[in-house]
T-cell receptor
Framework: DSGVTQTPKHLITATGQRVTLRCSPR?????VYWYQQSLDQGLQFLIQ???????AKGNILERFSAQQFPDLHSELNLSSLELGDSALYFC??????????????FGSGTRLTVV | DAKTTQPPSMDCAEGRAANLPCNHS???????VYWYRQIHSQGPQYIIH???NNETNEMASLIITEDRKSSTLILPHATLRDTAVYYC????????????FGTGTRLQVTL
């Protein structure tokens, strides 16, 4: 157990639907990062939050959004789902804003299947 | 991120040392080298990082050349559970940090 909790572990939904993925960071970590891993594209950085504020954005689609709550848990919202959104979604956390002196701790991921 | 180059795959016999190379010839003086690994479909796992000195922890050793243009991750006694994709990453310093994972090296440890 890495200390980063992601729920649900598996999610199957239909095209056009909306889902919410949840992440609880490791105790004491203020930064949360979201990554997408699909079969053909490897691990892609989506977005980072630090203590409730958005700090960095990667290749995140406009149909996707995220937020970090006062208790530091984060949610990734995916809407108007397409077949190509099927992927593993990982959340990671770290103490600081960046990787400078500490590594990230990743959760075990949510496997999203869009049918 | 500074560009890194890793071999796509390597094999290692169980019990032997696994030496995974990484080239990062465009690295600048204040950029760290990070290593992560991903065991099949699990979340990536942080292994080790370093700036210029060699580093060792309970998982591995990191050897960085004097000119910092390349590094080697050493798993001293590889086991079957070390079979994974290993990523060498050099993130720009002072950024909000969004680790960019390349394609890594797929290490297969065999009996």
């Amino acid at each position: 157990d890495s200390g980063v909790t992601q729920t649900p572990k598996h999610l199957i939904t239909a095209t056009g639907q909306r889902v919410t993925l949840r992440c609880s960071p490791r105790s004491g970590d203020l930064s949360v990062y979201w990554y997408q891993q699909s079969l053909d594209q490897g691990l892609q950085f989506l977005i980072q939050y630090y203590n409730g504020e958005e700090r960095a954005k990667g290749n995140i689609l406009e149909r996707f959004s995220a937020q970090q709550f006062p208790d530091l848990h984060s949610e990734l919202n995916l809407s108007s789902l397409e077949l190509g959104d099927s992927a593993l979604y990982f959340c990671a956390s770290s103490v600081e804003q960046g990787a400078a002196n500490y590594g990230y701790t990743f959760g075990s991921g949510t496997r999203l299947t869009v049918v | 991120d500074a560009k890194t180059t890793q071999p796509p795959s390597m094999d290692c016999a169980e019990g032997r040392a696994a030496n995974l190379p990484c080239n990062h010839s465009t690295i600048s003086g204040n950029e760290y080298v990070y290593w992560y690994r991903q065991i099949h479909s699990q979340g990536p796992q942080y292994i080790i990082h370093g700036l210029k000195n060699n580093e060792t922890n309970e998982m591995a050793s990191l050897i960085i050349t004097e000119d910092r243009k390349s590094s080697t991750l050493i798993l001293p006694h590889a086991t079957l559970r070390d079979t994974a994709v290993y990523y060498c990453i050099v993130p720009p310093p002072g950024t909000a940090s969004k680790l960019t994972f390349g394609t890594g090296t797929r290490l297969q440890v065999t009996l």
